[in-house]
């Protein structure tokens, strides 16, 4: 029992990150030292594309595949151009993957760019091995989450009916605290093997913004 709940807490975390702070979600896949360019760096090292065409949803691949044709030609030409096609290549390459994730391109972010500390935490797991201290990192924010949600909610509870404000109040309080346990929720039920990142958590959020209507 204890093995289930962490695992629904830990699922789940994701999904609240994606309801409540959706803008940073997969931030280190468009940093210049994150694993989408770092397999891009051995592509270009093996002038074979093979390494990075997981990233990307294969009615992306003519797209790419044609920007890393044109990258190898003109980064052989100088140290200059070799810089500035590995950048275009790197450009392209990440915004047709967040295309296939259904996320914007906002641009390259620097290298050491800091991440949630549950995907650095992810990423260290898959390096290690792993997975304890990931799973400790994200039980600790959902369970936090969970707590400060819940106490906000049942202090508001004792005064709802004192007037329409406190009531309000209460109304508010009660929606937040229902929609993030929805949201890990609808993360820890959902088949392990879904990848539409997007979608996932879509009727979570339509439904909390229907909630405060």
Known sequence: MKTNRSKFIAAGVFSAAWLWMAAPAFAHCDTLDGPVVTDAKTALAKKDLTPVLKWIKPDHEAELKTAFARTLVVRAQSSEARELADQFFFETLVRVHRAGEGAPYTGLKPAGTKVEPAIAAADRALESGKADALIKTVTDEAAAGIRQRFAEAIEKQKHAELNVEAGREYVAA????????????????????AHEHGEAVAQPAKAAHEHNQ
């Open 174 to 193: 009660y929606v937040e605290f229902v929609h993030y346990v929805e949201a890990l929720d609808a993360t820890a039920t959902r088949p392990a093997s």
